[in-house]
């Protein structure tokens, strides 16, 4: 096996980083059919857009920061680092 090959196995099996693209998943998906009940349209392009609500950025910081917690300990130097950083991006969306 390649060393390329076993580098992409391990990020593939970061479940820290699975945790945040999972959530950002969901949080992106949502958004069609929450624009579909309020317009009675199907926009599947906001799959791609960014901004709008769910927040995307919010929901993948915030699961980032959850599962570095859990993996790690909620006392680390890097849970703080992801709680800070989830904290600003939060901040962030919830002003824009």
């Not at 945040?20 to 949502?30: E, R």
């Amino acid at each position: 096996m390649s060393n390329f090959a076993m580098k992409l196995g391990e990020l593939f099996s970061n479940v820290v980083l699975l945790s945040g693209l999972l959530a950002w998943a969901i949080a992106q998906s949502l958004k069609v059919p929450l624009k579909y009940r309020t317009t009675r349209q199907w926009d599947w392009a906001l799959l791609l857009r960014a901004g709008g609500m769910p927040s995307s950025h919010s929901a993948l910081v915030a699961a980032v920061a959850h599962a570095t917690g859990l993996k790690v300990g909620f006392g680390s130097p890097l849970f703080a680092l992801a709680l800070t950083f989830a904290i600003i991006v939060i901040y962030d969306a919830a002003g824009i």
